[in-house]
C-alpha cells in the first residue's frame, strides 16, 4: 500500500509567483487536508476536499485555492507570494470524512525569496 | 487557537515510560483526543484517538481524565526513536486540526 506523496520536494519561487503542489492520497481515501507549517510551529489547517468538493477552510485568504480530482488526488495552488509563504507544505489524506486518522506525506518545502 | 495545552519539552530515558500531559478545559462533549507526533523534517504521525474511554493500541496509551478535562499519552519503553515533537489535539469529526506548538520529547540514552 503506498502512503501519502507529495511533490515536488523542495521549490524555490520569487514574491509575486504563482505555485502549485501536489499531493497522492492513500489508496482508498476519499479526504484530504493542506496544512501550512511555518519552521518551529505547529501545521496550521489551511483547508480540507471531501469527494471532490471544499469542506472547511482555515484562516488562509482567497489566493490560496486547492482542486481534489476524481482520483482523489489535490492540488494547493499559492498565487501573488508573499516571503511569508515560505513552509512546508503538507497534505494528509484519510479513508473518509469523520472520525478517522489522518495520513500525512513528507511534506513540500516552498521557499519565497 | 490551539485548545490544548502541553509542556513546552519534557526528557526521558530509554527504556522507560514517556507521560505526556495535555489540558483541554474546554473539550466539548462530541471532540475527540487526537495525539500526532512529528520528528524532525517529517510529516505528522498519526498515534492515537479517544473521546472518554482510555485507548491502546501497538504505539501507546492514552488516559483520559473523567471530566475529559485533560489527558497523558504512555509510551510504555520510549526508544531514541520516539524522540520528537508530540501533538495533542482536541476535533471534532470535522478534522479542521489546529495543532499548538505541541511537547518536544527527548529520549535519552
Known amino acids: 500500500e503506498t502512503g501519502v506523496t507529495q511533490s515536488p520536494t523542495h521549490l524555490i519561487k520569487t514574491r509575486g509567483q504563482q505555485v502549485t503542489l501536489r499531493c497522492s492520497s492513500q489508496s482508498g481515501h476519499n479526504t484530504v487536508s493542506w496544512y501550512q507549517q511555518a519552521l518551529g510551529q505547529g501545521p496550521q489547517f489551511i483547508f480540507q476536499?471531501?469527494?471532490?468538493?471544499?469542506?472547511g477552510r482555515g484562516n488562509f485568504p482567497p489566493r490560496f485555492s486547492g482542486l481534489q480530482f476524481p482520483n482523489y488526488s489535490s492540488e494547493l495552488n499559492v498565487n501573488a507570494l508573499e516571503l511569508d509563504d515560505s513552509a512546508l507544505y503538507l497534505c494528509?489524506?484519510?479513508?473518509?470524512?469523520?472520525?478517522?486518522?489522518?495520513?500525512f506525506g513528507p511534506g513540500t518545502r516552498l521557499t519565497v525569496t | 487557537d490551539a485548545k490544548t495545552t502541553q509542556p513546552p519539552s519534557m526528557d526521558c530515558a530509554e527504556g522507560r515510560a514517556a507521560n505526556l500531559p495535555c489540558n483541554h478545559s474546554t473539550i466539548s462533549g462530541n471532540e475527540y483526543v487526537y495525539w500526532y507526533r512529528q520528528i524532525h523534517s517529517q510529516g505528522p504521525q498519526y498515534i492515537i484517538h479517544?473521546?472518554?474511554n482510555n485507548e491502546t493500541n501497538e504505539m501507546a496509551s492514552l488516559i483520559i481524565t473523567e471530566d475529559r478535562k485533560s489527558s497523558t499519552l504512555i509510551l510504555p519503553h520510549a526508544t531514541l526513536r520516539d524522540t520528537a515533537v508530540y501533538y495533542c489535539?482536541?476535533?471534532?469529526?470535522?478534522?479542521?486540526?489546529?495543532f499548538g506548538p505541541g511537547t518536544r520529547l527527548s529520549v535519552l540514552p
Open positions: 479517544g473521546l472518554k
Open positions: 476536499y471531501y469527494r471532490e468538493e471544499e469542506n
Open positions: 489535539i482536541v476535533d471534532n469529526y470535522g478534522q479542521n486540526f489546529v
Open positions: 494528509a489524506s484519510s479513508l473518509e470524512y469523520g472520525v478517522y486518522e489522518q495520513y
